[in-house]
C-alpha cells in the first residue's frame, strides 16, 4: 500500500514583478482575493487533502507568511471583547497546528526545481504534494484531493493538466501522453515550454504535484535548463521514463493569479460566489460594462 501523502511543500519566493510595486514589500501570495490570501486557499486545498505538515520555500517575506498561519492572541482577545465571533472564527480558520509549519530558505532564484529541492531535507523519504499558490483552483473535490486519491491507488507520481491554446505551449510544462481512462492519464514523459510546432500535446502542468521523494536525487544531480533554471519539469520527465506517472485532467475553474489579468478574473469570480456581495457588484460591473 502506498505511504500516505502528509507532507506539502510550497514554494513562495518569487519576486513578482509583474505586481510591482504592491510585491515590493508584501509577497505576492499575501495578496487578498476578496479577503483571504492566495496562499490561504491552497493551505485550505492541502489540509481538504489530508496535508498534515507545510513546508514554505522562502525567499523573503518569510514573517508575513509565519504571522498569518500563526496564532494572534492581541487579535482574538480584542474580537472577543467585541463580542465579535464571526471575525474570531475566520481569523482562527487561518491558524495552522503547533509544528505543522516550517520554513526554509531558497538563498538563489535558480527555478522550481531548485525550491523544491531547498525542501528536501524537511520532506525526507516519502511522497510529499508541491502547491504553487498563485494558480488558484476552485472545485469540488479539491484538484489536490483528486491527486491524492490517484496516487493511492496506483503508488505512482500525479501531477494536475488542463487543456491550453496550441499558441500558449510555450508557457507550461506540457504532458506527453502514454494512453487515457477518463480523466486519468498515463505519461510518458513531458517538456518544458515547448514551442506550439513542437508541443507533444496541449495538456499542461497547472501547478499542483504529488511526487515521490525519488525526485530529488534527480534534481540535486540535474543541469540547469530552460532560462538557465533547475526545471521540476526535467526531472519528472525524466522519472516518467522510469516509474509510473500519471495526471489528472482538471475540470474545475482555474485562475492564473501569477498576471494581473488572471488575479484580477480570481477577485471578480470569488466574490460574485459570495451571497452578501453579488448584487452589488453585479450591479457595478453592469454599470461599467460597455454598451453593445
Known amino acids: 500500500m502506498p505511504q500516505p501523502v502528509r507532507k506539502a511543500v ?57 504571522d498569518h498561519f500563526g496564532p494572534d492572541e492581541a487579535l482574538d ?14 481569523a482562527a480558520r487561518a491558524v495552522l497546528a503547533p509544528g505543522a509549519a516550517a520554513f526554509t530558505r531558497q ?19 516519502e511522497p510529499f504534494a508541491v502547491l504553487l499558490a498563485d ?11 483528486e491527486l491524492v486519491e490517484v496516487h493511492g491507488r496506483t503508488g505512482g507520481s500525479v501531477v494536475a493538466l488542463a487543456e491550453v491554446p496550441q499558441a500558449e505551449t510555450n ?9 487515457e481512462e477518463g ?23 497547472i501547478g499542483r504535484y504529488v511526487l515521490q521523494p525519488a525526485v530529488f536525487a534527480r534534481l540535486a544531480a540535474q543541469p540547469a535548463g530552460a532560462g538557465g533554471e533547475i526545471q521540476l ?6 522519472m516518467a521514463s522510469e516509474a509510473p506517472f500519471y495526471g489528472v485532467r482538471f475540470t474545475g ?9 488572471g488575479y484580477l478574473q480570481a477577485t471578480v469570480a470569488c466574490a460574485l460566489e459570495r451571497a452578501e456581495l453579488r448584487q452589488d457588484l453585479l450591479a457595478f460591473l453592469r454599470g461599467i460594462a460597455p454598451s453593445p
Open 10 to 66: 510550497l514554494p513562495v519566493a518569487g519576486m513578482a514583478t509583474r505586481f510591482l510595486p504592491a510585491s515590493k514589500a508584501v509577497p505576492k501570495v499575501m495578496l487578498p482575493v476578496v479577503d483571504k490570501p492566495l496562499i490561504q486557499y491552497a493551505v485550505e486545498e492541502a489540509r481538504a487533502a489530508g496535508i498534515e505538515e507545510f513546508i514554505f520555500v522562502t525567499g523573503r517575506g518569510e514573517a508575513a507568511i509565519a
Open 77 to 90: 482577545a480584542f474580537l472577543a471583547a467585541r463580542g465579535d465571533d464571526t471575525a474570531r472564527a475566520l
Open 107 to 125: 538563498e538563489e532564484p535558480l527555478g522550481l526545481g531548485h525550491a523544491v529541492l531547498c525542501a528536501r531535507h524537511l520532506v525526507g523519504d
Open 135 to 145: 494558480e488558484l483552483l476552485l472545485g469540488e473535490p479539491p484538484c489536490l484531493a
Open 171 to 179: 508557457r507550461y510544462g506540457i504532458a506527453e501522453i502514454a494512453a
Open 183 to 205: 480523466r486519468t492519464v498515463t505519461l510518458s514523459g513531458m517538456v518544458e515550454k515547448p514551442e506550439p510546432g513542437r508541443a507533444p500535446s496541449r495538456l499542461a502542468l
Open 233 to 238: 519539469t526535467d526531472a519528472m520527465a525524466a
Open 253 to 261: 475553474r482555474r485562475f492564473d493569479c501569477g498576471s494581473p489579468a
